[in-house]
């Protein structure tokens, strides 16, 4: 048997410890600190700089190289030749689906887009003018309180039945979010259509006309869910584990997800990159705005990444979907690409940007796609959440599915008082 690396701890007192090395099948090897309590220790890492919180078999980054697999595929592969229902198969179990999987998968997943009636008197309680993912963080919760019969997150057909029904019902609820709030009527799913169409049409069908789907804009957002599937411990699946990690239903773990992608740092980032790009207004306007960013006025949004200290793959497949959808719909002329082009030049070329490695993320061109496809700009964090559902289910689900799994609770270094003792109101200073 190969002999366990460790990794000596020296106190300044003389005390030692042993950490294991512990080596994944890709990445840097991790300290295991599991045992530093001993030493009455804890470790102090706010933001997970440096932190591994789980081990996972799911998503597989190397920021410094650019790189994203999925349970070992590359992104780009999956981009270019996979869809988004076998992705989202991936993702949860593992392995690519055989061709009598895939139909078994796609049919259970089309049969169950529908929600329970009584979910659309939810969307009534809202304002008209409520952002919309503040109605999905309430819709989606509130899924917890329908489906009884398959809550039990320790049986893993239940936990499979959940993860199913969330994957199908979410696109449903995002579209009614969106209807709601533009005031027409919710479309029901219709069967005939592909999971990526039947969103489309349930967004920008009505009962007044028949609605055709554009295929090349429909492979646009099925780029974007692909890309936005999943990507390893985020802040929002961080989330979801956190809050799953204390036998929290599915459905209440994916809503404190979509609370934690709702952020401008994390899924806000591809409504504040175009909001940017309208503000700048003029390709004259970039040099000033790029010194704005040197001089620490603003950030670049869309720009720069907690892991890719290099491209993030996504970026590059959403800059060569933005052309081919501005291509389709005769808008290679647009305004806003070509803006974000040249931020783009400026800003790599910049020493600023160079140094710190800032590079631009899947949400700079993200935003210009969405726009054309016709997607308002605040649905924009609405439609990360759809594609994010499953890869939040599945770390969830490989995180139950782990019997050792045990609450999550980080500690603290104390900087607070120290004891002192309670004065009454009329003696208080
Ligand atoms: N524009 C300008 N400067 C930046 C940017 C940016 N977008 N991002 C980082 N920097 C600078 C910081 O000011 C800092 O400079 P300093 O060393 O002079 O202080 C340095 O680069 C390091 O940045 P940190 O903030 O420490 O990096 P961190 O890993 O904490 O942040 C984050 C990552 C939050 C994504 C950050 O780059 C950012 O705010 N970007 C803009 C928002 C964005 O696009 N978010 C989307 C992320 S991708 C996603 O969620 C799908």
New binding site residues.
């Given amino acids: 048997m190969e002999k366990q690396r460790v990794a000596t701890l020296t106190m300044d007192d003389g005390r030692t410890i042993e950490l294991p090395i512990l080596s994944g099948t890709l990445g840097p090897d991790v300290l295991d600190i599991h045992n530093i309590g001993k030493l009455g220790l804890f470790t102090y890492d706010p933001a997970f700089f440096a932190t591994a919180s789980c081990t996972s078999a799911i998503t597989y980054i190397d920021g410094d190289a650019g790189l994203l697999y999925y349970r070992g595929y590359p992104i780009e592969q999956l981009a270019e030749k996979s869809d988004f229902l076998e992705v989202c198969y991936l993702l949860l179990n593992g392995e690519l689906p055989s061709a009598a999987q895939k139909a078994e998968f796609s049919g259970f997943i089309t049969k169950h887009t529908m929600v329970h009636d009584q979910l659309a008197r939810f969307f009534n309680g809202f304002r008209r003018d409520a952002h919309p993912m503040a109605v999905m963080v309430g819709v989606v919760g509130a899924l917890s309180a329908f489906y009884h019969d398959s809550l039990d997150i320790n049986n893993s057909q239940h936990r499979e039945i959940s993860a199913h029904r969330l994957l199908a019902k979410v696109p449903t609820l995002a579209a009614m979010a969106y209807k709601y709030n533009v005031g027409e009527p919710f479309m029901y799913p219709k069967n005939k259509f592909g999971y990526v169409e039947n969103f489309l049409y349930m967004m920008f069908g009505t009962p007044t006309e028949e609605y055709v789907p554009n295929p090349v804009l429909v492979r646009a957002l099925e780029r974007i869910f692909i890309l936005h599937a999943d990507h390893e411990q985020?802040a929002s699946t961080s989330t979801v584990r956190l809050a799953g990690s204390s036998g929290a239903n599915p459905f209440a773990c994916v809503a404190s997800g979509i609370a934690a992608l709702w952020g401008?740092?994390?899924?806000g980032?591809n409504e504040a990159?175009l909001k940017m790009l309208e503000e700048i207004g003029d390709v004259s306007r970039v040099k000033d705005y790029v010194q704005g960013?040197k001089d620490?006025k603003y950030?670049?949004?869309?720009?720069?990444?907690?892991v890719y200290k290099n491209m993030d793959p996504r970026a590059a497949v959403m800059r060569q979907t933005c052309y081919e959808v501005l291509k389709e719909l005769k808008l290679e002329s647009n305004k806003l690409f070509e803006l974000a082009m040249e931020l783009e030049k400026t800003a790599l070329s910049d020493p600023y940007f160079i140094e710190?490695k800032?590079y631009p993320?899947?949400?700079f061109y993200s935003g210009i796609v969405l726009r054309a496809i016709g997607i308002p700009t605040s649905m924009f964090t609405v439609i990360f959440a759809v594609a994010r559902t499953i890869g939040w289910v599945s770390q969830w689900n490989e995180m139950i599915a782990d019997a050792d799994h045990k609450i999550g609770r980080p500690r603290q270094l104390y900087r607070g008082a120290v004891k002192r003792d309670f004065v009454p109101v009329n003696k208080r200073r």
């Fill in positions: 985020n401008p740092a994390h899924g980032a990159a960013v620490k950030k670049l949004m869309g720009f720069g990444h907690r710190r800032l993320n899947v949400d």
